[in-house]
Structure formats: structure tokens, C-alpha cells
């Protein structure tokens, strides 16, 4: 490996990772490069992927293993080993957020599940089921949608809190646009499993809609309260 190639882990060693620009550290995964370029610029092809200019870690959130082995000089044990890297992440993030995990505190489911869906290219819907001391019993991919629409079944919902002997659940899904702010069709469909909710006996504690780094409560926002579900 010639200097220049050395130069991150050198000063990886010398100075720590936070002196380390995201292409250098990537480029310590890769090790080394290709066809007259070091493993650095290797590196900011990847991170400038379908991003020119840009140098941003969260493209590998964006790339499949398909479209990591079509960069030349990337095949598929590189591709393979820099998704692992990436879910790793995205599961350390989980790990850390869900130490502080309050089913009552919308902050704190959000940022349990961000850099889950933050990133996805379709609307995935979940259902956490919880007992009445609000601790999860189960959580439920109830649906996977387009990358503008997910469907959401009122059935499915309580078919799964039936079973589950469910005191109370809450409903969350992702806008791949990045936008959190609900439609219209969820707010519909939020207040009709409110409503049923009520006359089953249980709480519908919220329905979070995730973005891209920014989330929606509709507890928080007033769209969904415990006093509408209950008067119907």
C-alpha cells in the first residue's frame, strides 16, 4: 500500500476517527482501491453515488447490493461487507434509542425506529402491541405499501391485538418522500380504528408517521384522542 493509501489509517491512529472525513474512514473498509485509484477515492465515487458533490454516509442507506457491485472496483464481498456495515449501524442507533424507549413519549419511539425507515423506499406499517403496563409484547409488519402509499387494515389490526391479548398498541409508518405530515387517508383511517378501539376496550396510544429525520404524533397533534374513541 503506498503512502497516500496509508494516510487515513495512520492518521486514524494518530488523531482518532473523528479526524477522519467520511470518505476516509469508508476507505479503511475498503482498504484498497482500483485501476490507478486509491481506496480514498473509491470512497467518494461510492458516497457521490446518485449524489454528485456530496460526501453524505446515509447514500449507503440508499444502495443494494445490486447497485454497489455496478461501481467498478466494488464487488460483491465489498457490497456485502459495506450493507453489514450499514445495518450494523442502523441497529446500534436502534440498541441506543431503545434504552430510553417509552411507549408514551412519541420522541422516544421515533428515534427507536428512525434509522430503520428513515431511508426506506416503501411505506412499511407496523403495529406495537402492549400489554397494560404499556411494555411491548409484540411488534407486527402489518403491511408493506408503494413508495407513496401503504394500506392499512382496521382488521388486521385487531386480529393481531386479539391474539395477542393486547391491552393497547400503536400504529407506525414511514413517508419515504421524507415528509411526515399525514394524509388524509391516514387521518381517516386513524379515527376509524380509534373509534373501534373504544368499543373493543382498548387504548390506541398513537399513530407515528416517520420521515427523514423528523417524525409525526398524531396524539401530539390532537388528531388522535382517547375522549373521541370513547364518546362513539
Do not use: W
Not at 57 to 62: I, Q, R
Not at 197 to 213: T, V
Request: charged fraction near 25%; charge should be negative; include cysteine.
Amino acid at each position: 500500500m503506498d503512502k497516500k493509501q496509508e494516510q487515513p489509517f495512520e492518521r486514524f491512529v494518530q488523531c482518532g476517527a473523528q479526524a477522519l472525513t467520511n470518505a476516509e474512514l469508508l476507505a479503511l473498509i475498503l482498504r484498497t482501491g482500483t485501476d490507478g485509484r486509491n481506496a480514498t477515492e473509491l470512497a467518494r465515487q461510492i458516497l457521490e453515488t446518485g449524489h454528485p458533490g456530496r460526501q453524505d454516509l446515509s447514500v449507503l442507506y440508499e444502495l443494494s447490493l445490486k447497485d454497489l457491485t455496478q461501481i467498478r472496483g466494488i464487488g460483491e464481498v465489498r457490497a456485502v461487507k459495506l450493507l453489514a456495515i450499514t445495518e450494523l449501524s442502523a441497529r446500534l442507533t436502534r440498541e441506543r434509542a431503545e434504552r430510553k424507549l417509552s411507549f408514551t413519549d412519541p420522541g422516544s419511539i421515533a428515534g427507536c425506529y428512525m434509522e430503520e425507515l428513515r431511508h426506506e423506499r416503501q411505506e412499511k406499517l407496523f403495529l406495537l402491541l402492549l400489554t397494560n403496563r404499556l411494555s411491548l409484547i409484540r411488534e407486527v409488519l402489518l403491511s408493506v405499501g408503494t413508495s407513496d402509499r401503504t394500506l392499512i387494515s382496521p382488521r388486521e389490526v385487531f386480529r393481531h391485538a386479539v391474539r395477542e391479548d393486547a391491552s393497547g398498541f400503536i400504529l407506525m409508518h414511514n413517508h419515504p418522500g421524507g415528509d411526515p405530515s399525514p394524509s388524509e387517508e391516514d387521518i381517516h383511517v386513524t379515527r376509524v380504528i380509534l373509534q373501534l378501539a373504544g368499543m373493543m376496550g382498548m387504548r390506541f396510544l398513537d399513530h407515528i408517521i416517520i420521515g427523514d429525520g423528523v417524525f409525526h404524533s398524531m396524539r401530539e397533534s390532537g388528531i388522535l384522542t382517547e375522549d373521541e374513541g370513547a364518546a362513539t
